[in-house]
């Protein structure tokens, strides 16, 4: 009982410390779909940051909402302009297994705020408490900064998938990290 407690009193001194700094993390809802699909198709038209190459349209970024189940968690991070964030949990494999997929995605305005970092706390919390005993994540090697986020959060690099995707008329490599959460 202690534990959970703890548990609780940690995440409300979290979402203390982030409405400070002027944002809350919060669970998505089907409304802020499409400034989730902004934020991501303005990481794959600009940057590295993933390795896909074609933006979401409706239909696919619809299909994809569906995908989150008992299992998943889908957060955003908002201020007073809006969602200015978001973070998904999603099942490495839909059966017989307890590794969970992480993803983190910052609009390009509010970087280097800590609002990745925030979101990836939640994120390692909410795969604890959803039973989970791996997590891991998936990230462009071009992504420095990514990878950078990652890491400070305790997650190694396990592997590289060599040539994974072209893009911007290069080949681009996958670097896949991962944290125990025992």
Sequence with gaps: MVGM???????????????????SVRDASKDDLKAIVGIYNWAVNQT??????????????????EMHGKRSKLL???????????????PWKQRGFDVVESLVYVD???????????MLDELIQEARGLGYLTIVASIATDNRAGLALYTRH???????????????????????VQKALD
């Design 108 to 118: 390009p305005v509010h970087h280097g705020k800590g609002i990745g970092g925030a």
């Design 154 to 176: 305790g997650f190694g690099v396990v592997g590289t998938i060599a040539n994974a995707a072209h893009k911007f008329d290069r080949w681009m490599d996958i670097t896949l």
């Design 48 to 65: 590295f940051a993933t390795i896909d190459s074609e933006p979401l349209d409706a239909e696919e970024a619809q299909e994809w909402w």
């Design 76 to 90: 955003v991070s908002v201020d007073e302009t809006g969602v200015i964030g978001w973070a998904r949990l999603l």
């Design 5 to 23: 407690a703890q548990t609780r009193n940690a995440k409300t001194t979290n979402a203390q410390a982030k409405s400070a700094k002027g944002y």
